[in-house]
């Protein structure tokens, strides 16, 4: 095997960091747990990218796509179908709360946000109200990385190499309670605030312009932000008051990682579409789908009517075939009901490292957690550029890694230490996050 670098261009990779060191390269995986090419073992904290969520070694899965493949690898979703497009697109709208019934499929996360965006143009226009083509999201919101997805995106860091970007990506804030700006002793009063401002944004950039939402169940970046109560009750009403789609993005919140398929359901609010990727195969193939209403795709429906959008690999025959082995291990071995019958003890384990003065906070719902770290406690005081880039860059991420543990140290909002294990964890895996973190958390906190 070549040298990592030498053709290889990492995504998201300071390529430079590696001219002395050696590309961790990942080989294999087994349950939670993966090895390098030196035989190592490492617990997948983050299953690979929020992504592994059945585990990694499914035979199953991996049968499921030679079979497919050798029947039919290939054909398009364009004009034609194939069995699984059509299964897997039943099987879903089952699994979707109300009348999220059509399913569009794409190749990943991105592209079911661009699909949602356009889709949500298109059905305003097509419903006589062509000015709406606004799209309001939160800030350190990440949405991904194509052009418009970027625009949705509220990170400065990754925007600013590829402006001008696609107009009308408009931002609101996110729920940090952590370090609310208003209303930080009342979470209730809090999220009804930051649902507000959602209203506000609408009414300063005027109704007819705007015509979705984009929300996250928890939001990623930034460290899991999970709902206040009442947030997406209100956040629904806005929606309705100002005829705006509410768009939940759950590239990573669906397929059980908040312990339901979506986690839409488990806060109790009702989306007009859904955007999904990632779990729905656990990664064992490329698959995204963008999910909408019944009533976002009745215009369409007409004698000459086309949602004129797709992708040549949407819905690859290989990938929707995987994807119905992985609901059925899902509904075998009940993998939704598994983290919400564990989530309590994950968290429980993961408070544990409160005792340490570096750990701001804890927070997250299900398997999906954010640890934030501080330099002071009391204050919350954050740490500067230059400590950051010591902290997180220069040494958190290599010593979780070096301990055993893979997992995610992320600083493009306050730093966090973020956790998203396969969902088959248990006790067993949350103890050695926690005793790896401890560890490299306290010798973190020695050094600065
Ligand atoms: C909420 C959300 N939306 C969209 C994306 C983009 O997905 P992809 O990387 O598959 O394009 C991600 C990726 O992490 C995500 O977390």
């Not at 390098?36 to 992504?51: H, M, P």
């Not at 991996?62 to 364009?78: H, R």
Request: hydrophobic share 40%.
């Amino acid at each position: 095997m070549g040298n990592a670098t030498d053709h290889l261009w990492m995504h998201f990779t300071r390529m430079a960091s590696y001219r002395e060191g050696e590309v961790p390269t990942i080989v294999r995986g087994e349950g939670a747990y993966v090895w390098d090419a030196q035989g190592r073992r490492y617990l997948d904290g983050l299953a690979g990218l929020f992504v592994v969520n059945a585990g990694h070694g499914r035979t199953e899965l991996a049968e499921a796509s030679a079979k497919q493949a050798a029947e039919l690898a290939f054909f398009p979703l364009w004009s034609y179908a194939h069995p699984t497009a059509v299964e897997l697109a039943e099987r879903i709208a089952a699994l979707t709360p109300g009348d999220l019934n059509r399913v569009f499929f794409t190749t990943g996360g991105a592209e079911a946000v661009e699909a949602a965006w356009k889709l949500a143009r298109a059905y305003y226009k097509r419903i006589g109200k062509p000015t709406k083509h606004k799209v309001v999201s939160r800030f350190i919101a990440y949405h991904g990385t194509s052009m418009g997805a970027l625009s949705i995106t509220g990170l400065p860091g990754i925007k600013s190499d590829f402006e001008p970007l696609v107009p009308g990506g408009i931002k609101v804030p996110n729920t940090n309670f952590y370090r609310a700006p208003e209303h930080g002793d009342d979470i209730e009063a809090f999220g009804r605030w930051a649902a507000d401002e959602i209203a506000r944004a609408i009414e300063r950039e005027g109704p007819d312009t705007v015509a979705a939402v984009f929300l996250e169940p928890v939001q990623n970046s930034g460290g899991c932000f999970p709902p206040p109560p009442g947030y997406f009750e209100r956040v629904r009403e806005i929606c309705d008051e100002y005829d705006v789609l509410l768009v939940s993005d759950e590239v990573i919140c669906a397929w059980g990682r908040l312990g339901e398929y979506f986690g839409a359901v488990r806060y109790g609010y009702q989306p007009d579409i859904i955007t999904t990727a990632k779990g729905l195969t656990s990664g064992y193939s490329p698959l995204g789908a963008m999910i909408a209403s019944d009533r976002l795709m009745a215009p369409f429906l007409g004698e000459t009517g086309m949602f004129a959008h797709g992708v040549t690999f949407g819905g690859h025959p290989v990938s929707c075939a995987v994807a119905l082995a992985n609901l059925d291990i899902f509904a075998r071995e009940d993998l939704t009901g598994h983290v919400r019958a564990n989530e309590a003890a994950f968290r429980a384990t993961l408070e544990k490292l409160n005792d340490l003065p570096i750990v701001g906070e804890v927070r997250g719902d299900g398997y999906f957690y954010g640890i934030e770290l501080v330099k002071d406690k009391a204050t919350k005081a954050t740490f500067d550029d230059d400590e950051s880039e010591r902290l997180l860059r220069g040494f958190l991420s290599t010593a979780l890694f070096q301990a055993g543990l893979y997992c995610r140290a992320d600083d493009r909002g306050d730093p966090v230490v973020q956790l998203a294990p396969p969902l088959i964890a248990g006790q067993e895996q949350f103890d050695e996050m926690e005793q790896i973190l401890r560890a490299v958390l306290v010798e973190a906190w020695q050094r600065l």
